[in-house]
């Protein structure tokens, strides 16, 4: 169950990372962010279920919480090491 609620808050905050106008990973990812923020808001939901079901409300709660959050912080990096790396092979 702890690999479910980690894997599922990983996906979650995937998909509210790739929704938003500012990332550079998907760039087709504009015409679906409906979608995209549906579907991550329902892997929130089931993160949040089976961190429940492993820990107990109070900690499965806060320790799927925890894991959406240190995704969604460290995604921006990982987006902008990336791009810079794309940026560094272009040079001659």
């Known amino acids: 169950m702890t690999a479910t609620y980690l894997l599922l808050s990983a996906l979650a905050a995937l998909g509210f990372y790739v929704a938003c106008p500012h990332q550079r990973v998907w760039a087709g990812a504009r015409a679906r ?14 993160a949040v279920t089976a961190a429940i079901a492993a820990l107990g409300p109070w900690a499965g709660g806060f320790a799927s919480l925890t894991a959406l ?8 990096y990982l987006d902008a090491w ?7 092979s272009h040079v001659g």
């Open 33 to 46: 962010t409906r979608l995209l923020r549906i579907v991550a808001w329902a892997a929130v939901a089931l």
């Open 69 to 76: 959050m240190l995704v969604l912080v460290l995604l921006p």
């Open 82 to 88: 990336r791009s810079s790396q794309r940026e560094h």
